[in-house]
C-alpha cells in the first residue's frame, strides 16, 4: 500500500453534505447554520430545546504521558466514533478546536490521523469557523478598555503595576511573552510591563466552553478578575462594562461547530483550551448536545490523564453534572519504550524489555481512572507499523495480569473497521459498575486541594510552596475564592514538574510558583515548575512545510 500524508487522505475523501450528517441524528437543516457545505454551526434554537431528549453514554478518551514517539489520543477518538457507528451504534463524537499555535510550532494538525480523521481538516486545522479569532478579540476589547480607562481618568483607581489581565494571540511567540507598553508620546497611553498569552490560555476561552448560555456567558465574563486597585480591591470586567461587548463578539463563536469524520460520523469540535495550561476540555454545550443527539458520545480531553482527565473530571465534570460511563487510555508501544529509556532513533527496533520498562507509566494512569476516580477504564493500544508481535505480547499479559482490559486499535490504518474490537469493549464497559467521585472537595483548603492532586494524581510526595504563592493562597480564601476547583499548570512530558521524568518518578515534590484566580471561569490557576501560557516555536516549526499550489490546495500541513 502506498503511504499517504494525513492531508492527502482528508483530501482525496468525498465528503457528505453537512445537512445528511445532522439528519443522521437528528438534527434537521434549519436548525443549522451553514459555513459552506461541509460545515455548520448549531442554530440557537435547537441548543435551547435540548432538555427533552435523553442522554447517551459519555466515553472519555485520555492517554499516558505524551512522548515525541506519539500516543494517537485524537485519532484514537475518531476512530473509536467510526467503530461504533460500524457495529452498529448512533455516535458522535466531541472534540477541542486545534489552536494555530501546536498547528504551526511542533504538532502539526490536530484533527486525526491516517483514516481516523475529521473533514474537511484543512479548515479545522486553521481558521475553522473563526471560533479562535473571536475568542481573541474579545480577550484583546477587554485588554484595550483596560487601558483605555486608565487613560480617560482612571475612575475605578487600577493600579498599572497590577493589572492581571494579558494580551493574547493563538500564534507561538516568545518575542511577546513580557513586553512594555505605551512607549512614546502621553496619547499612546501610560508605559507599563505587559505581556501575551496563547489564545488557548486566555480565560475568555475557559469561560465559552464551561457557559451554558448567553447569559451564564455575560456573568462569567464580567466576573473576570482584571487587577487590583492603588487599595488593593479587585477589579473585574464588569465593573469596566465590558461583559456585553465581549458576549458580541462570541455570540457566534459560543455555538458549537458540525463536521464529519471520514466515515461520516457526525463530530461537533468546539472550543480549545490547552491541558497543560488551562482546562483542556471541549465545550460543556457541545458535550450535552451531543449527548442528547447519540447514543455513545466519545470526547477527549488534552495530554495524560494526569492532566485533562483530571481537569475533566473535577472541574468540567463537576460544575456541569457530567459523569462518563468509560474511559479509554491510549497507549502506544513505541511511547512505553520511550518511558522505558528508548531514545526516538532506536523506537522502531524490537525492545520488549523497554516496553516493560515503560508499563507503569500507563499502569499509574489507569490507578488513576479505576481507583482514584471510580470509573471502569479499558486500555486502547494505537498500533503503529513498527510494533512486534512479541511487544504486544508482553502488553498485553502484564494489563491482564492486573485486572486491564487492553484492546490493539488499528484506526489509523483502518478506520472505523479497525476500531470495532475497541468499540465492542467500551460498549461493554459503559455496562460496568462505577463508582464515580472527584480528588478533592471543593470545601478543602487550596493547600489542601494542590496536594491531593500531586500526591494521588502525580504520585508525588508533596508540595513545594513559595512564598509569593503561599501568600496569594490566604488572600485568595480571604477574598471569597477558596472553594473553587483548581487547573494545574504543569508539564505535560511528565507526572513531576520536570519534564526529564519518564516513566513514573517517585519521591518528588512539586513546586507551586504563583496562583492567580479566573473568577469567570471558576478556577485557581496553580503555576507549577517553569511552565508558560505563550509556547515558543521550535528550531525547525512545521510552518516551514506548510505551503499552499496555485489551484489554492494546501499541503504539508500535516
Excluded at 399 to 419: M, N
Amino acid at each position: 500500500m502506498t503511504w499517504k500524508s494525513d492531508i492527502e487522505i482528508a483530501q482525496g475523501t468525498a465528503m457528505r453534505p453537512i445537512e445528511e450528517i445532522a439528519e443522521s441524528v437528528g438534527i434537521t437543516s434549519d436548525q443549522l447554520e451553514h459555513y459552506g457545505k461541509y460545515k455548520a454551526k448549531l442554530s440557537e434554537e435547537m441548543l435551547a430545546n435540548l432538555e427533552e431528549k435523553v442522554d447517551g453514554k459519555l466515553v472519555l478518551v485520555t492517554a499516558i504521558t505524551p512522548t515525541p514517539a506519539g500516543e494517537g489520543k485524537t485519532t484514537t477518538t475518531v476512530g473509536l466514533g467510526d467503530g461504533l457507528k460500524a457495529i452498529g451504534k448512533k455516535a458522535m463524537i466531541a472534540l477541542r478546536e486545534p489552536s494555530l499555535g501546536p498547528v504551526f510550532g511542533m504538532k502539526g494538525g490536530a484533527a486525526g490521523g491516517g483514516y481516523a480523521q475529521v473533514v474537511p481538516m484543512e479548515d479545522i486545522n486553521l481558521h475553522f469557523t473563526g471560533d479562535l479569532h473571536a475568542i481573541t478579540s474579545a480577550n484583546n476589547l477587554l485588554a484595550a478598555m483596560i487601558d483605555n480607562h486608565i487613560y480617560q481618568g482612571n475612575a475605578l483607581n487600577l493600579d498599572p503595576r497590577r493589572i492581571t489581565w494579558r494580551r493574547v494571540m493563538d500564534i507561538n511567540d516568545r518575542q511577546l511573552r513580557s513586553i512594555v507598553s505605551g512607549l512614546g508620546a502621553r496619547t499612546n497611553g501610560m508605559p507599563r510591563e505587559d505581556g501575551f498569552d496563547i489564545t488557548v490560555a486566555s480565560e475568555v476561552m475557559a469561560v465559552l466552553c464551561l457557559s451554558q448560555s448567553m447569559d451564564e456567558l455575560k456573568q462569567r465574563l464580567a466576573n473576570m478578575l482584571v487587577g487590583y486597585t492603588y487599595n488593593n480591591e479587585p477589579i473585574t470586567a464588569g465593573q469596566l462594562q465590558a461583559e456585553g461587548a465581549m458576549a458580541a463578539l462570541l455570540k457566534d463563536a459560543f455555538k458549537p461547530n458540525l463536521v464529519q469524520t471520514l466515515e461520516g460520523t457526525p463530530a461537533l469540535i468546539h472550543g480549545g483550551p490547552f491541558a497543560n495550561i488551562a482546562h483542556g476540555c471541549n465545550s460543556v454545550i457541545a458535550t450535552k448536545t451531543a449527548l442528547k443527539h447519540a447514543d455513545y458520545v466519545v470526547t477527549e480531553a488534552g495530554f495524560g490523564a494526569d492532566l485533562g482527565a483530571e481537569k475533566f473530571l473535577d472541574i468540567k465534570c463537576r460544575m456541569a453534572d457530567l459523569e462518563p460511563d468509560a474511559v479509554v487510555v491510549v497507549a502506544t508501544l513505541r511511547a512505553l519504550k520511550m518511558h522505558g529509556g528508548v531514545g526516538k532513533k532506536e523506537l522502531a527496533d524490537e525492545n520488549v524489555a523497554a516496553v516493560e520498562k515503560g508499563l507503569p507509566n500507563l499502569f499509574k494512569h489507569v490507578e488513576n481512572i479505576r481507583d482514584v476516580f471510580g470509573l471502569p477504564a479499558v486500555v486502547a493500544v494505537n498500533r503503529f507499523p513498527t510494533d512486534t508481535d512479541a511487544e504486544w505480547v508482553a502488553l498485553k499479559e502484564a494489563c491482564e495480569a492486573k485486572g486491564i482490559r487492553v484492546v490493539l486499535s488499528d484506526v489509523w490504518a483502518k478506520g472505523g473497521e479497525g476500531g470495532k474490537d475497541l468499540a465492542e469493549a467500551v460498549v461493554e464497559v459503559c455496562e460496568e459498575d462505577k463508582d464515580f467521585r472527584f480528588v478533592y472537595e471543593l470545601s478543602d483548603t487550596v493547600e489542601e486541594k494542590v496536594e491531593k492532586v500531586v500526591t494521588s494524581i502525580y504520585g508525588g510526595d508533596g508540595v513545594e510552596w513559595s512564598a509569593k504563592a503561599k501568600k496569594e493562597a490566604a488572600k485568595l480564601t480571604a477574598m471569597g475564592y477558596g472553594d473553587l476547583p483548581i487547573c494545574m499548570a504543569k508539564t505535560q512530558y511528565s507526572f513531576s514538574d520536570d519534564a526529564k521524568k519518564l516513566g513514573r518518578p517517585t519521591g518528588f515534590d512539586v513546586a507551586v510558583r504563583e496562583l492567580s484566580v479566573s473568577a469567570g471561569a471558576g478556577f485557581i490557576v496553580v503555576l507549577t515548575g517553569t511552565i508558560l501560557r505563550m509556547p515558543g516555536l521550535p528550531k525547525a516549526p512545521a510552518a516551514e512545510q506548510v505551503d499552499v499550489d496555485e489551484s489554492g490546495r494546501i499541503k504539508g500541513l500535516f
